[in-house]
C-alpha cells in the first residue's frame, strides 16, 4: 500500500523560506515520476514542479522557476520542496503525487495523470 505524507508546512512572512517533505511507504522515489501541486481556496489545483527521476528532468511552473527547488533523500525515501522568496500568493495547500510511469511532458501538469496523493500541508504566506 502506497502511502504519501508531506509535513512542513506553516505561517511564514512573505519573502521568508520554507522546506516541506513527502515521505513515501510502498513506493520508492527515484523511479517514476513526483510532483508537487498546490491548492488555494476556491482554485483548481495547479502544478508547481516535478521530477522524472529517469534523466533526472525537471519542470517548473511560471511561479515556480528560480524560487523552488525539488531534492531528494534516498536513504530516507523523503523528497523536499524548498521554496524561497515566498509571496502572498503562495498560499495554498500543498500535495506531493507520485506515479510509477516516467510521464511524457504533456501530461506531467495533468492531476489525473498520477497515482497516488499525500493529504496535502497548508502553507500560508502573511505578515
Known amino acids: 500500500q502506497v502511502q504519501l505524507v508531506e509535513s512542513g508546512g506553516g505561517l511564514v512572512q512573505p519573502g521568508g523560506s520554507l522546506r516541506l517533505s513527502c515521505a513515501a511507504t510502498?513506493?520508492?522515489?527515484?523511479?517514476?515520476?513526483m510532483s508537487w501541486f498546490r491548492q488555494a481556496p476556491g482554485m483548481e489545483r495547479e502544478f508547481v514542479l516535478g521530477t522524472r527521476w529517469s534523466g533526472s528532468s525537471t519542470s517548473y511552473s511560471d511561479s515556480a522557476k528560480g524560487r523552488f527547488t525539488i531534492s531528494r533523500d534516498g536513504a530516507k525515501n523523503t523528497v523536499y520542496l524548498q521554496m524561497n522568496s515566498l509571496k502572498p500568493e503562495d498560499t495554498a495547500v500543498y500535495y506531493c503525487?507520485?506515479?510509477?510511469?516516467?510521464?511524457?511532458?504533456?501530461?506531467?501538469?495533468?492531476?489525473?495523470?498520477?497515482?497516488?496523493w499525500g493529504q496535502g500541508t497548508q502553507v500560508t504566506v502573511s505578515s
Open positions: 510502498g513506493f520508492t522515489f527515484g523511479s517514476g515520476t
Open positions: 503525487a507520485a506515479d510509477r510511469s516516467r510521464l511524457i511532458l504533456s501530461r506531467l501538469r495533468d492531476v489525473e495523470s498520477y497515482d497516488y
